[in-house]
């Protein structure tokens, strides 16, 4: 039975401990997670006035690639961002006025470009409900995962007992045989090489360290909702289609 454990959040990455799951279910889990969830995203600008030294393509670049605010229920309706600024400033992302309180930029302080005396700019973006399969504006996280390895011992010399203690503080389960990351396997790998006893066994399991390093759009809760919803979506619609 599949087992699914939060470990840790780091700024806007988020670690879970995935036990006893197949890599392609979990592979195919990532790319649903990265390609098919519904995110907001600039998709056209109208540029009425633009006086700064960065041109509209660049602009329209930097524009679409700036996180919209998703929330996890919406009419998918498109939404009109304004920005209307006049220098001498740092037009920042935090200008654009959305005409939905609900879908704005999701951070203040990234540069958009710069104005000097007498410059303006005055344009309108329009964001609209894409998906990470068709451009990575709407991809919501970064998804990763790396295989856990199992250390057990049947004995030890001096050097392994040196490396079992610190594969030991450095273990996910406290009970035995650990369970550790790739970074650690390397390690234990390198000793099992130098040792001629024989002392340390390495073998690889089916659990997993799985990463969602979230852009800004929609938070952890609303990601995990949104994906379960589209994983039940997903293999209804496969059912289907193999019957």
Known sequence: ??????????????K?????????ILNTLRRMISYLLPIYAVEEIDFHINDSVVIDEMLANRIGLCP?????????????????KQGPCTVYSKDFISNDPDIVMAYDNIPITKLNEGEKINLDCFAVI????????????????????EVDSSRTCEDCKNILDLVSKNALN??????????????????????????????????????????????IKDLIKLSK???????????????
Do not use: A, W
């Not at 039975?1 to 988020?14: A, C, P, S, V, Y």
């Open 1 to 14: 039975m599949t087992k699914i454990k939060f470990l840790e959040t780091e700024f806007q990455n988020n």
């Open 68 to 84: 919209i605010k998703t929330p996890l229920i919406n009419t998918g309706k498109k939404v009109t961002l304004s920005l209307d």
């Open 16 to 24: 879970f401990l995935v036990e006893n799951i197949d890599p392609i």
């Open 130 to 149: 894409g998906s990470g399969k068709d451009h990575v504006k709407y991809s919501s996280s970064i998804v990763s995962y790396s295989q856990l390895f």
């Open 229 to 243: 919803r589209y994983v039940k979506e997903y293999f209804s619609v496969l059912k289907k289609k193999i019957k």
């Open 174 to 219: 406290n009970s035995k045989p650990y369970l550790i990351d790739s970074n650690m396997q390397d390690l234990v790998v390198l000793q099992i090489e130098k040792c001629d006893k024989n002392c340390l066994k390495i073998n690889s399991t089916n659990n997993y360290i799985l990463n969602l390093e979230l852009i800004g759009q929609i938070d």
